[in-house]
């Protein structure tokens, strides 16, 4: 499946963003979809993901409290809301989608199939 995501952009600290993952040609109600990000100089981090059905949703310890995932089966889209933004969130995030069931309370690259172009997020003091 060919993801695309978007949303991202600069946004000062405290601020929010919604990035949207959506797919050409497929339907991503049987994916499980997720979000990792990457600072420059530091390894990639699963984020958040969500299960075909909605019912199983992980995010890291870093983000809980923060952001949310949800889906949005009508518009075939998946997103990312992101409040109280703080500096170590800047980063590229990576929209991620699998056909299987989400990894238990993780999120490993090995785990998605199919990934997004990045789309930059920057949080400013």
């Known amino acids: 499946v060919q993801l695309q995501a978007s949303g991202g952009g600069l946004v000062q600290a405290g601020g929010s963003l919604r990035l949207s993952c959506t797919a050409s040609g497929s339907n991503l109600d049987s994916y499980t979809v997720g979000w990792f990000r990457q600072a420059p100089g530091k390894e990639r981090e699963g984020v958040s993901s969500?299960?075909?059905?909605?019912?199983?949703?992980y995010y890291a310890d870093s983000v809980k409290g923060r952001f949310t995932i949800s889906r949005n089966y009508g518009k075939n889209t998946v997103y990312l809301d992101m409040n109280s933004l703080e500096l170590e969130d800047t980063a590229v995030y990576y929209c991620v989608a699998d056909p299987g069931p989400p990894e238990i309370n993780t999120m490993t690259q090995w785990g998605y199939l199919s990934w997004g172009q990045g789309t930059q997020v920057t949080v400013s003091s």
């Open positions: 969500i299960s075909s059905d909605g019912g199983t949703i």
